[in-house]
């Protein structure tokens, strides 16, 4: 199966396709990708805009359920409403709409939040075992992806079955990151400053990988859309959370102002 898109910025090819295409060929499958597929090439500018949006989701998931006090639970089912209203648009849509994916996204990030919160306090898992538990979900709808597909391609989304699989993916994927940033800045006592940067550091390494070694483009961008999620959690929280937990607390004085 041929398959193409960007990563970090560069072409790429993927499942064993040969690399020695030309670059009128390079150019003329990714044309043919940005007429069909319904998600956006994967380039530097993705990157950027999905960290600022799980900021953004981190930020609006605490600031109702802790801030305006709502609640997790009833702050999970808002956000979730959110997510299926926006996701039925965006899979009746026939084209890629940035606007319209972005908002998916932001849903995801902030009912990812929200979900994550439940599950390690409300419920008692804990931050390590909420990491553990979301880890599950996620690996059964890829592998159920991968089964019923045959491939977890990441750029090629066309049809309804195949993006339904995404978003559940990603889902999932904004669930466990929030749960792993959590873990990292609560529970090891490494703060969000600190974690942040650990994280970015993390990020790196996957960059590294991309450019340095041979393994599959399709497992690397899972792994940095997992890590861009605590990345943006960390940030989120070091925005919204008190002072004596190294947070800013802007989101709280913005609303009380």
């Not at 319209?100 to 995801?108: A, M, S």
């Not at 066309?158 to 993916?169: A, D, L, N, P």
Request: hydrophobic share 50%.
């Amino acid at each position: 199966m041929i398959e193409t898109g960007r990563f970090m910025g560069m072409n790429v090819l993927r499942f064993g396709v040969d690399d020695g295409w030309s670059g009128e060929q390079y150019e003329c499958v990714g044309e043919a990708h940005a007429a069909t597929s319904k998600v956006p090439q994967v380039a530097i500018t993705f990157w950027i805009i999905k960290i600022a949006a799980t900021t953004l989701g981190e930020t609006g998931g605490d600031a109702l359920s802790m801030t305006m006090n709502l609640g997790y639970l009833l702050s999970t089912a808002i956000f979730m409403a959110c997510f299926i209203a926006a996701l039925a648009v965006q899979i009746r849509a026939k084209t890629f709409h940035a606007f319209l994916y972005w908002t998916v996204i932001v849903t995801t990030t902030a009912v990812g939040t929200t979900m994550a919160d439940f599950a390690d306090r409300s419920l008692g898992w804990g931050y390590v075992g909420g990491t553990v538990i979301l880890f599950t979900p996620l690996m059964i709808v890829l592998g159920l992806w991968k089964y019923s597909v045959g491939s977890v391609s990441f750029s090629d989304i066309r049809t309804t079955k195949v993006e339904i699989f995404y978003w559940v993916t990603i889902l999932f994927s904004n669930t466990l990151g929030t749960a792993l940033g959590d873990f990292l800045a609560d529970t090891s006592g490494v703060g969000f400053e600190r974690g942040a940067l650990v994280f970015s550091g993390m990020l790196t390494l996957v960059a590294a990988a991309y450019f340095f070694t041979k393994i599959s483009h399709t497992v690397l961008f899972w792994t940095a859309f997992i890590l861009t999620r605590p990345l943006g959690a960390t940030l989120g929280d070091l925005l919204t959370k008190p002072l004596r937990m190294t947070g800013l607390i802007l989101a709280a004085s913005v609303l009380r102002w």
